[in-house]
DNA sequence: TACTAGATGATAACCATTCGCAAGTCAAGC
DNA sequence: GCTTGACTTGCGAATGGTTATCATCTAGTA
């Protein structure tokens, strides 16, 4: 099996390189698709592929769900950013540490990886500026995107927007004529989204997030 | 938020702190539900991360797609094969190199993951065994599981049977009645699967793994 | 120049994971 | 003891990244 150099192909790997950064295939392909639009998203992920096994670029498995390729082949280490996942590169010698342990096991090392994860100076700017937030980590992992409002969860919202002062799940029953399961149910999810908060147990309120979120 | 102990989370933990390997979620759930039939996928998947929030068990971002669990805490890399996807633990002190490194950048560290690669004792000596496959590494990446036969497949899979010596295309689409241009895609296809060989330039015959597939 | 290996675009399939919901269970307060 | 609401569960559908399939195109090679 031989590879053809073709214009596509050419396109993936010149906008690789050019970007300095570590590409998903999809970011990747948003860049191609510019400059070639009826590319094909299928055509970005096999010529990664396909280009790595001739290891003219480099895949990287890193954290997240995500592969990211990279077009600079010398061994380097990566460091990651656990809120903006975004990724560095990291140079440490001493390699031979996890080579000569590894050979300890009978192993045949092929490769090593090693990922330091932190937080960017960025995100630790952006965390001084705002700190009421507590981010337990948990809850919402990865991609801390919002989740939509489902029409259920609208109703409930709209109740408890109604109150002057927080409210019992009982209350919101009786004001939408659901029942009280359902509508404890439902504030269980609004309060994971961060919409609703209760401020007294057992007493809820919606949050300005979530009248945000009514209104979009 | 605080967590119960129910019977699900305690059996999940016990299942994995019983297997010493590092077990995706789905090979948990597959021995948690000899044990408890009736129990969700998704409550697996749910408790992993609840547990693993609190920090009862150890979540491994690690080579592949699926992620993995640990029930051991302690500081520790990982050795892969890359043949079996077997993941091994580790010891290596010096991890202080990393996290200074890591400092120069003006990020918070927050851990670091080290994980070779190599090949197991196992596997190289199934690779000696029988050396005559020449397996690039690339091709099916990740599992090496053989796709199914399409009937489209099978349909010209049976006409290379027939043939008693290595055949052309063409001969296959005169016998099956296809244009030869699809009759070459679909040779293509099942040569990337090992079920088609081609001993000379542009004759082509069913392989041992072919026939076996054809019954199956 | 004919033939075919290799490439492409479109789209369906895949697979691990996550979400939404309704129903269940347990602990604390009345 | 009964009620209430927080926390769980099972089910099933949705998601999202990645891969496979197929028909068609294109470019090397005999």
Redesign the pocket.
């Known amino acids: 099996?031989?590879?053809?150099?073709?214009?596509?192909?050419e396109l993936?790997l010149r906008e690789l390189k050019k970007s300095k950064k570590h590409l998903?295939?999809?970011e990747l392909y948003e860049r191609v698709k510019k400059l070639?639009p009826?590319?094909?998203?299928?055509?970005?992920?096999?010529?990664?592929?396909?280009l790595s096994d001739v290891e003219l670029i480099r895949k990287l498995e890193v954290s997240g769900?995500?592969?990211?390729f990279d077009s600079e082949l010398e061994d380097h280490d990566h460091i990651y950013c656990v809120q903006c996942h975004c990724i560095e590169n990291l140079n440490i010698g001493n390699n031979t540490v996890s080579l000569a342990a590894g050979h300890m096991k009978g192993y045949t090392i092929t490769g090593r990886r090693l990922e330091v994860t932190g937080i960017c100076p960025r995100c630790q700017r952006k965390q001084i500026k705002k700190d009421g937030k507590h981010s337990k980590g948990g809850g919402?992992?990865?991609?801390a995107?919002k989740?939509?409002?489902?029409?259920?969860?609208k109703e409930v919202l709209v109740a408890m927007k109604n109150c002057d002062e927080p409210c019992?799940?009982?209350d919101i029953?009786a004001a939408t004529g659901l029942?009280?399961?359902?509508?404890?149910?439902?504030?269980?999810?609004l309060?994971?989204?961060g919409y609703v908060e209760?401020p007294v147990?057992?007493?809820?309120a919606i949050t300005n997030d979530g009248i945000t979120a009514l209104n979009a």
Chains 1, 2 share one sequence.
């Open positions: 099996m031989q590879l053809r150099m073709t214009s596509q192909r993936i998903t295939a999809d070639m009826r590319i094909s998203l299928a055509t970005v992920y096999r010529n990664l592929e396909l769900r995500q592969k990211r919402t992992v990865g991609c995107k989740g939509v409002l489902s029409d259920e969860q019992a799940s009982k029953a029942e009280t399961k359902q509508v404890s149910c439902r504030i269980t999810a309060k994971k989204k209760s147990r057992c007493k809820y």
